[in-house]
C-alpha cells in the first residue's frame, strides 16, 4: 500500500499524525507546504492525502484541484479551523472525502483516514474490475450464441428491435447491448416499462407536456422522447400500452413527429425504438387489444429472448456471476457451489428465469450458513423434495438485483424482523427487513472483531448515503422529489448531500 501524505506548516501537527498513524501501521510521508506536495504529485501519488486548508504560499483547496486534475479518485482530507465554516463547504464542494476540524482527537482522526484509505483501496479495486472488462451478457449456450450474433449484425444499423421473452430473461440488457454497440451510442439510453406508468400519466412520460396542460403542470417537461434524441428509447412491456396510446406511438413511428400535452407545435423526434414484451401481440391483435399497424410498425427485426429452461447449461455459469457480483456488492467474501449443487440447479426449470436465479444468488450470499454452498443450503422449497419447484414463477426470492445494497433496503407491510414469506406461493424465505438486518449484523460484527472506532456513527453514515443515494437514482437527481419521497425537508437533503460527499 502507498504512504498517507500529510501536507501541513505545522511541524507539530505533522509530527502527530506521523506518530499515531505510525503505531497502526500506516507508511506516511510529509510536506511543509503546497508546493513540496505538488511538485511529487508529478511522479507519484499516496493512498490518502491529508491537508491543512491555511498554509504560506498555496492553500489546502488549490491542492485539492491539483489532486482532482492529476489524480481523481484520489480521497483528500482537509484540516481546518472549527469555526471556519466556509473553508469546510468549499472543501466538499471541491471534491474533498472529509474535514477534519482542528483541534482534532488523534483517535478519530486516524480512524477517518483508515475510512478514506477503504475508500480507496474500493475504488482500485472498481477499477481493475472495469479494465478486467467484464462481459455484458454471459452465455455459452447455441440460443445465446445466437442472440450475440444477431446483436453483433445489428451493430451498425439504427432498425426498430422487437425483443420477445418471458419475464426475467433479461431483455433490458439485450436493449442496452443493442444500444451501446450501435451508431447511437454516445447517445443516451431511456427506458420506459410502459406497464408500470398510470394511464392517466403515461402520455405526459412519453410525451412530455407544456406548461399549465393540466392540473399540476407548472413547469414545461420534457418527455421520454426529447430524452432520448440522439439515442434510443426502450418501452418495456410494450403489449400493455394502453390502446389510444398505442395510435399516438404509431404516429411518432411513422412521420417522426409528436406534439407534448397541451402543446401545438410538432417537435421532430430523432429516436431509435427498441420494444419489448413477454406477451404474445399476434394473439392480442387478434383480440383486439394491440393495433396491427403499430405491431408491423415494431416487429422489423424480433429477437426472441430463450428461457433459462433453455439454456440449462448456462445456470452455472450465471450463478458462479452472480454471486460475485451480490459478493461485491454487500461488500462479503463470495461464496463457493459444491459441482453437485450447480448440477441439481442445472436440472431446475427456473419459471422466473435469469432474474430468479440472481435473487437466489442474493439469498445464499445472505443466509447460506457455509462458505461452499451444498444441495441442503438451498431455500427449502428448491430442495430435492420439491424439485419442480413450480412455486417460484416470476422469479421473486429475497432481495431484488436492484435492491442488493441491504441497507437500502425499507421493510414491507410491517413485517417483523423474524417473519418468514414465501415471494409467490413457495419457498420459505427470509423478509426483505429480516434480510437486511442480517446483513447489517454480519457488518457490524466484522467491525466489532476488527475493533473499528465509530461503529454507531460509521454505519449510520454509510446508511444514509445508500438510502439519499438511490432516491436520488430513483428521481433522477432531483433533489426536491427525493426529499419529498423520503419524507425530510430539502434543507435536510441538501446539507445531508454535502456531509455525506453524494454530489455527482
Not at 324 to 329: C, E, F, I, M, T
Amino acid at each position: 500500500m502507498k504512504p498517507i501524505w500529510i501536507v501541513d506548516d505545522d511541524q507539530s501537527i505533522r509530527w502527530v499524525l506521523e506518530k499515531a498513524l505510525a503505531r497502526e501501521n500506516f507508511a506516511t510521508r510529509s510536506f511543509a507546504n503546497v508546493r513540496e506536495a505538488s511538485a511529487a504529485l508529478e511522479h507519484e501519488s499516496p493512498q490518502v492525502l491529508v491537508s491543512d486548508i491555511r498554509m504560506p504560499g498555496g492553500s489546502g483547496l488549490e491542492l485539492l484541484q491539483t489532486v482532482r486534475d492529476k489524480v481523481p479518485g484520489l480521497p483528500v482530507i482537509i484540516m481546518t479551523a472549527f469555526s471556519d465554516l466556509d473553508s469546510a463547504v468549499a472543501a466538499f464542494q471541491g471534491g474533498a472525502f472529509e474535514y477534519l476540524a482542528k483541534p482534532f482527537d488523534v483517535d478519530k482522526a486516524v480512524e477517518l483516514i483508515r475510512r478514506a484509505v477503504d475508500e480507496s483501496m474500493r475504488g482500485e479495486q472498481t477499477w481493475d474490475e472495469r479494465v478486467a472488462d467484464a462481459p455484458e451478457m454471459l452465455g455459452q449456450a447455441p440460443a445465446m450464441q445466437d442472440m450475440f450474433r444477431a446483436i453483433g449484425r445489428l451493430s451498425h444499423s439504427a432498425a426498430t428491435v422487437l425483443i420477445t421473452g418471458e419475464s426475467g430473461t433479461g431483455k433490458e440488457l439485450v436493449a442496452r447491448a443493442l444500444h451501446r454497440h450501435s451508431p447511437r451510442a454516445n447517445g443516451p439510453f431511456i427506458a420506459l416499462n410502459t406497464a408500470a406508468i398510470p394511464k392517466d400519466l403515461l402520455e405526459s412520460e412519453l410525451f412530455g407536456h407544456e406548461r399549465g396542460a393540466f392540473t399540476g403542470a407548472q413547469a414545461m417537461r420534457q418527455g421520454r422522447f426529447e430524452q432520448a434524441e440522439n439515442g434510443t428509447l426502450f418501452l418495456d412491456e410494450i403489449g400493455d400500452m394502453p390502446f389510444d396510446l398505442q395510435t399516438r406511438l404509431l404516429r411518432v413511428l411513422s412521420d417522426g413527429q409528436f406534439y407534448r400535452v397541451g402543446g401545438h407545435n410538432p417537435l421532430r423526434a430523432n429516436v431509435r425504438v427498441i420494444a419489448a414484451t413477454h406477451q404474445n401481440l399476434e394473439s392480442r391483435v387478434r383480440q383486439g387489444l394491440f393495433r396491427e399497424d403499430l405491431y408491423h410498425r415494431l416487429n422489423v427485426i424480433r429477437l426472441r429472448l430463450p428461457a433459462l429452461r433453455e439454456r440449462s447449461e448456462d445456470i452455472p455459469l450465471l450463478t458462479r456471476h452472480f454471486l460475485q457480483k451480490s459478493a461485491r456488492d454487500l461488500g462479503v467474501e463470495p461464496k463457493r457451489v459444491s459441482e453437485e449443487a450447480l448440477a441439481y440447479l442445472a436440472s431446475l426449470p427456473f419459471p422466473g428465469n435469469v432474474r430468479q436465479l440472481e435473487n437466489l444468488a442474493n439469498w445464499l450470499t445472505v443466509m447460506a450458513p457455509a462458505q461452499t454452498i451444498e444441495i441442503k443450503d438451498l431455500p427449502p422449497d428448491l430442495g430435492p423434495a420439491h424439485s419442480g419447484a413450480t412455486d417460484l414463477a416470476g422469479g421473486g426470492a429475497v432481495i431484488g438485483a436492484a435492491d442488493a445494497s441491504l441497507a437500502a433496503t425499507a421493510p414491507l407491510n410491517g413485517a417483523s424482523p423474524t417473519a418468514q414469506l414465501s415471494p409467490a406461493g413457495g419457498m420459505p424465505v427470509a423478509a426483505p427487513v429480516s434480510a437486511w438486518e442480517g446483513g447489517l449484523r454480519t457488518e457490524v460484527a466484522r467491525m466489532l472483531r476488527e475493533n473499528s472506532a465509530d461503529v454507531m456513527d460509521e454505519l449510520a453514515r454509510r446508511f444514509e448515503a445508500a438510502v439519499i443515494r438511490e432516491a436520488l437514482d430513483f428521481t433522477r437527481g432531483r433533489k426536491v422529489e427525493a426529499a419529498e419521497r423520503l419524507g425530510i425537508g430539502r434543507n435536510t437533503i441538501t446539507r445531508k448531500i454535502q456531509e455525506l460527499n453524494l454530489e455527482p
